[in-house]
Antibody
Framework: QLQLQESGPGLVKPSETLSLTCTVS??????????WGWIRQPPGKGLEWIGS???????YYNPSLKSRVTISVDTSKNQFSLKLSSVTAADTAVYYC????????????WGQGTLVTVSS | QSALTQPASVSGSPGQSITISCTGT?????????VSWYQQHPGKAPKLMIY???KRPSGVSNRFSGSKSGNTASLTISGLQAEDEADYYC????????????FGGGTKLTVL
């Protein structure tokens, strides 16, 4: 079945850029109808959608993060990536990737998540 | 783009039914039948439980049901079981002008 796995540094310094990759297995990232999304969850808090990308490269971002976020896709590697610039301690969170049925607004399945801590 | 409003916590005894509300606005929940619900156990990734307000994915127990009235969506769990104890999050489409996906703040369900 479809599985997603996040990878990247667990510690990022303030003002630097957070970079994560999500590897999709058990299916093609080029599947029609589905976007691929990033969601984060600060420790002890709720979920926040960051943005989503289609295999063609079309993207949608959370307006509150849009100025700092770039999501890209590499279909040859069946991966998509997140870059979040100028990070602060407020960006410390568990970052999840998930398949996103954008037209119908649901996320499934999700990766296991990866904790990224912003600290000097 | 504000978060949807959920009660911080709800509780119920085994076998009982509980309902978790998710209140938005006429710009999100009230305008689209695109509400989904997620269950999250501690230290685990969220799991899709309900989509398009009331549809259940394959494999999700029929004890879980969803509904919507006006700007408020609801998740009902009947026949509460110990394994239902978890955090629950609602999620709504929030309009095409800025394209938004907005989550609720989450509700902690305790099975007494």
């Amino acid at each position: 079945q479809l599985q997603l796995q996040e990878s990247g540094p667990g510690l990022v310094k303030p003002s630097e850029t957070l970079s994560l990759t999500c590897t999709v297995s058990g299916g093609s990232i080029s599947s029609s109808s589905y976007y691929w999304g990033w969601i984060r969850q600060p420790p002890g808090k709720g979920l926040e959608w960051i943005g989503s990308i289609y295999y063609s490269g079309s993207t949608y971002y959370n307006p509150s993060l849009k100025s700092r976020v770039t999501i890209s896709v590499d279909t040859s590697k069946n991966q998509f990536s997140l870059k979040l610039s100028s990070v602060t301690a407020a960006d410390t969170a568990v970052y999840y990737c998930a398949r996103h049925n954008l037209p119908l607004n649901w996320f499934d399945p999700w990766g296991q998540g990866t904790l990224v801590t912003v600290s000097s | 783009q504000s978060a949807l409003t959920q009660p911080a916590s709800v509780s119920g005894s085994p076998g009982q039914s509980i309902t978790i509300s998710c209140t938005g606005t006429s710009s999100d929940v009230g305008s689209y039948n695109l509400v989904s619900w997620y269950q999250q156990h501690p230290g685990k990734a969220p799991k899709l439980m309900i989509y398009e307000v009331s549809k259940r994915p394959s494999g999700v127990s029929n004890r879980f049901s969803g509904s919507k009235s006006g700007n408020t969506a609801s998740l009902t769990i009947s026949g509460l079981q110990a394994e239902d104890e978890a955090d629950y999050y609602c999620c709504s489409y929030a309009g095409s002008s800025t394209f938004g996906v907005v989550f609720g703040g989450g509700t902690k369900l305790t099975v007494l």
